[in-house]
């Protein structure tokens, strides 16, 4: 089947520890998306890459990092997590960026902070 | 700023019951799309329904359906003859441009928690 595949998905890592957390898609869709989710939160987005066209979010920190090496994966890079960056990180995909698209969720990795 | 509003933060209906999720949106574009996604205690949100902005045909589907209204700015979404399987975070949200318009994003609704008991 078609999906979007994350790992891990639980992570643990310390306080100032760079961490990767990675996504990857069969479905061959030109947009992945990084969202971040508190508990008991909606999901807020992060940035997404338009086939390789990087857009971040105004509000997302510098400590916030993204690569598309390809079509299929994409990586989160936390460079200096603090606790506040514990939360749960979905990937989503959507075929074509445009308002009418749904977008396609992996089932998230869950970050802790020690 | 456009924005979804979820008022009910938890629901809890026993088994059989009609449950009806509310949602309200502001936005500015006179087009425009709404979802609905669940996301049940693994994790993944699932696509549920969408709507654009032109079409205010309610939708049935299964045990579902959803009511749109433009008048009210509403997108409620109805579950009838609710099962335990049920049981999970329910957003709504909105697709809208960013300010350069070539940008779109889902703005979500903070979520409503439904515990369906048995």
């Known amino acids: 089947d078609a999906m979007v595949i994350q790992n891990p998905r639980y992570q643990v890592t310390q306080f100032g520890k760079p961490v990767t957390l990675s996504c990857s898609q069969t479905?061959?869709?030109?947009?992945m998306y990084w969202y971040q989710q508190k508990s008991s939160q909606a999901p807020k987005l992060l940035f997404h890459?338009?086939?390789?066209?990087?857009?971040n979010e105004a509000d997302t920190p510098d400590n916030f990092q993204s690569r598309r090496p390809n079509t299929s994966f994409c990586f989160l890079d936390i460079r200096s997590p603090g606790l506040g960056d514990a939360a749960m990180y979905l990937c989503?995909?959507?075929?074509?960026?445009?308002?009418?698209?749904?977008?396609?969720f992996g089932p998230g990795t869950r970050l802790t902070v020690l | 700023a456009q924005k979804v509003t979820q008022a009910q933060t938890e629901i809890s209906v026993v088994e059989k019951e009609d449950v009806t999720l509310d949602c309200v949106y502001e936005?500015?574009?006179?087009?425009?799309?709404l979802f609905w996604y669940k996301q049940p205690p693994s994790g993944e949100l699932v696509f549920l329904i969408r709507?654009?902005?032109?079409?205010?045909q309610n939708e049935i589907s299964g045990r579902y359906s959803w009511n749109f209204q433009k008048s009210t700015s509403s997108f409620n979404f109805t579950i009838t003859a609710s099962q335990v399987v049920d049981s999970a975070v329910y957003f709504c949200?909105?697709?809208?441009?960013?300010?350069?318009?070539?940008?779109?994003?889902?703005?979500f609704g903070k979520g409503t928690l439904l515990t369906v008991n048995p």
């Open positions: 989503a995909t959507s075929r074509d960026r445009v308002p009418y698209n749904e977008q396609f």
């Open positions: 479905l061959n869709h030109n947009v």
């Open positions: 890459y338009y086939d390789k066209d990087f857009n």
């Open positions: 936005t500015r574009d006179t087009t425009y799309y």
């Open positions: 709507r654009n902005s032109f079409d205010e």
């Open positions: 949200a909105l697709s809208e441009s960013d300010s350069g318009g070539s940008n779109y994003k889902l703005t």
